[in-house]
């Protein structure tokens, strides 16, 4: 499927639902409400949560202002949170699998900014930071997980609040490597980001 700028036609309220898991789309997610409800599509199945709770909003808060102070000083990309959709494509088959995802906090380098389009980012960021919900930690933890593998995003933080952990993957050899489980008291250093570290206490 070939995703682009131009408006999702809504014929549509009449149009139905997908009729079985794994047959959601862009164009279904398009159609979704606005409302208190968090989507996404992960391999072709719609995924709903609600607003995050206070503390994952601390914590990210944190989080986006130290890694995007970095990243502006330094002029090494862009760094965006949710909501955004991401569109995200399997290297290996280069099809659509996660149509969209909406990441916590993204970085994307200076020499890949043309995956930002004005509506969503169709492409794989260089770093993505989850922070676990009690309603969808396991989507972070193997859904999202497969999917970033599979479509190359080159580092992955999953940040547990409840007991105060940030494991660090990085993808080597197409496979993601734990390189780190850092708790308060440790520093976490980006492995894409060369000389961003933030200590655990700062944020979590």
Not at 183 to 201: L, Y
């Amino acid at each position: 499927m070939t995703i682009t700028d131009t408006p999702v036609a809504v014929k549509a309220q009449t149009r139905p639902w997908p009729p079985r898991r794994g047959e959601w789309t862009y164009e279904d997610y398009a159609r979704l409400p606005n409302d208190q409800w968090r989507y996404e599509i992960i391999q072709g199945e719609l995924h709903m949560s609600p607003a995050p709770r206070t503390r994952h909003q601390k914590i990210g808060l944190q989080l986006k202002i130290a890694l995007g102070q970095f990243v502006y000083e330094h002029n090494l990309g862009e760094v965006y949170d949710a909501p955004i959709d991401v569109i995200l494509s399997d290297r290996a088959t280069d099809e659509t699998i996660a149509s969209p995802v909406q990441p916590d906090i993204l970085f994307i380098a200076q020499e890949r900014l043309e995956i930002v389009q004005e509506k969503f980012i169709v492409g794989a960021p260089d770093l993505i930071i989850e922070i676990l919900s009690p309603s969808n930690w396991l989507d972070d933890r193997r859904d999202k997980y497969t999917v970033y593998e599979a479509a190359g995003v080159r580092e992955y933080w999953i940040v547990d609040p409840d007991n105060s952990t940030v494991e660090v993957f990085v993808l080597r050899d197409d496979q993601y490597t734990q390189v780190g489980r850092y708790e308060p008291g440790d520093v976490v250093r980006a492995d894409v980001i060369a000389g961003f570290e933030i200590a655990v206490s700062e944020f979590c």
